[in-house]
């Protein structure tokens, strides 16, 4: 199978994570492409092929055909994300792309354009794989593990390719940021890794949000309208409020590069009680700590006003920043990536994540690991899509890096 039939196939499988679950992983319907790609790397002729029945983890590893000092990890995970459905995708190929909108429907209610994704231009005479509009596609990250597995199977075939020992790795739940909480990192036996789970083609991240999830609880005071006056505390509108307060501008759809925001994903309420939940990102640690204590001292003012226990806030933090650990001793692994990528001739893209990756816990870890291109565009949602032709320059490219090692 060449890469995208690798792809065609993997997309087919339902793995959508459920930020709501209690359990790991969060839906078992991940370990049915957990079992798949066990049994392939198996049929390859892979070494040490493990699949985690409890967890959902699959490890591999390519034996060496040369002796080398260190060992190199690939990463991909296998989950899509909760915000649109991954059931029953039907992938759609658009060849030789002219330039022009792409209808994903029939109906054409749902379009793919120039106008609002203008990068597509960047891929006019190649072909697209995209959804029908009715789910995601799953280039998030089912591209990086089709990619690492083709990378697998010609280093496998071929002998005469020289490399190291190379290892593999698939992850469950790492879009509800759980993706490395069981993660074997000492079995696994990397000294490095490279998660393959970026974006565009030459894309090359070091760099991510540091990330909290924060969920604010309102508690109101239900009395009948007629006799509300100075009774009645309606914590829909004392949540309402705790939304005005935050800055205006420190939205995603007012920010980019390393500007940080307050991203409010969802809100219930009524007169009694109100949700809001939001996740809070930056790439400054010091701003981010600021946006952590704007929120607690909000629900600080807010008590003030209207009692003691009205608002509660909680705070979790779900990953930092890699940097630190990057620069620290392993900007090599950034430097061979540029390196490989201009032996193809591909543009390194060298760029700060908006957004974070297993490999920014797998730093914290003790594993370094930057984050590279897989192909895709418009992850998470029904106008996502890759291109063919870059699936094949990254699959280039990682049995190039694999040959540093």
Same mark, same amino acid.
């Given at each position: 199978m060449s890469v995208t039939d690798k792809f065609l196939r993997y997309v087919k499988i339902d793995t959508q994570s459920d930020e709501e679950s209690t359990t790991f992983p969060s839906t078992e319907k991940q370990k049915d492409l957990s079992r798949m790609l066990q049994k392939?790397?198996?049929?390859?002729?892979?070494?040490?092929?493990? *699949?985690?029945?409890?967890? !959902?983890?699959?490890?591999?590893?390519?034996?060496?055909?040369?002796?080398?000092?260190?060992?190199?990890?690939?990463?991909? $995970?296998?989950?899509?994300?909760?915000?649109?459905? !991954?059931?029953?995708?039907?992938?759609?190929f658009t060849k030789n792309y002219d330039g022009g909108e792409i209808a994903l429907d029939d109906k054409k209610e749902y379009v793919l354009s120039p106008e609002k994704y203008p990068e597509i231009l960047d891929y006019v005479g190649k072909t697209l794989i995209t959804t029908d509009g009715t789910t995601l596609l799953g280039a998030d990250d089912k591209a990086g593990v089709s990619e690492i597995?083709?990378?697998?199977?010609?280093?496998?075939?071929?002998?005469?390719?020289?490399?190291?020992?190379? =290892?593999?790795?698939? +992850?469950?739940?790492?879009?509800?940021?759980?993706?490395?909480?069981? *993660?074997?990192? @000492?079995?696994?036996?990397?000294?490095?890794?490279? +998660?393959?789970?970026?974006?565009?083609?030459?894309? #090359?991240?070091?760099?991510? /949000?540091?990330?909290?999830?924060?969920?604010?609880?309102?508690? !109101?005071?239900?009395? $009948?309208?007629?006799?509300? @006056?100075?009774?009645?505390?309606?914590?829909?509108?004392?949540?309402?409020?705790?939304?005005? #307060? %935050?800055? =205006? *501008?420190?939205?995603?759809?007012?920010?980019?590069?390393?500007? !940080?925001? *307050?991203?409010?994903?969802?809100?219930?309420?009524?007169?009694?009680?109100?949700?809001?939940?939001?996740?809070?990102?930056?790439?400054? /640690?010091?701003?981010?700590?600021?946006?952590?204590? %704007?929120?607690?001292?909000?629900?600080? /003012?807010?008590n003030n006003k209207y009692g003691a226990g009205t608002v509660s806030v909680e705070i979790k933090e779900q990953y930092r920043n890699m940097r630190e650990k990057i620069e620290d001793g392993n900007m090599f692994l950034v430097d061979y990536a540029v390196e490989a990528m201009k032996e193809l001739g591909i543009t390194p893209k060298v760029q700060p994540i908006r957004g974070g990756t297993d490999g920014a816990r797998l730093s914290y870890m003790g594993l370094p690991c930057p984050n590279i291109c897989t192909g895709g565009h418009n992850f998470h949602g029904r106008f996502e899509y890759i291109c063919v032709e870059s699936m094949e320059e990254i699959v280039k490219l990682l049995l190039k890096l694999a040959c540093k090692f």
């Open positions: 392939e790397l198996i049929e390859m002729g892979a070494s040490n092929v493990s *699949f985690d029945e409890k967890y !959902g983890y699959v490890y591999a590893e390519i034996p060496e055909t040369r002796k080398t000092d260190k060992v190199i990890g690939f990463i991909a $995970h296998m989950d899509t994300s909760p915000e649109t459905s !991954g059931a029953n995708v039907n992938p759609k597995m083709e990378m697998a199977e010609i280093l496998l075939k071929d002998k005469t390719i020289p490399h190291g020992k190379i =290892k593999i790795g698939f +992850t469950p739940d790492e879009e509800v940021g759980a993706g490395v909480d069981y *993660f074997d990192v @000492k079995g696994f036996g990397a000294d490095y890794a490279y +998660t393959v789970d970026g974006g565009g083609i030459g894309e #090359l991240e070091f760099e991510n /949000f540091n990330a909290a999830s924060l969920t604010v609880n309102v508690s !109101g005071v239900t009395v $009948h309208p007629g006799e509300a @006056k100075n009774k009645m505390k309606n914590a829909s509108l004392i949540a309402m409020e705790f939304e005005q #307060l %935050l800055p =205006k *501008f420190e939205k995603p759809e007012y920010t980019e590069g390393y500007e !940080g925001f *307050f991203y409010l994903s969802s809100m219930e309420g009524e007169t009694e009680s109100a949700t809001l939940k939001y996740i809070i990102r930056d790439h400054s /640690f010091d701003k981010y700590n600021e946006k952590v204590a %704007l929120a607690r001292s909000i629900a600080d /003012f807010l």
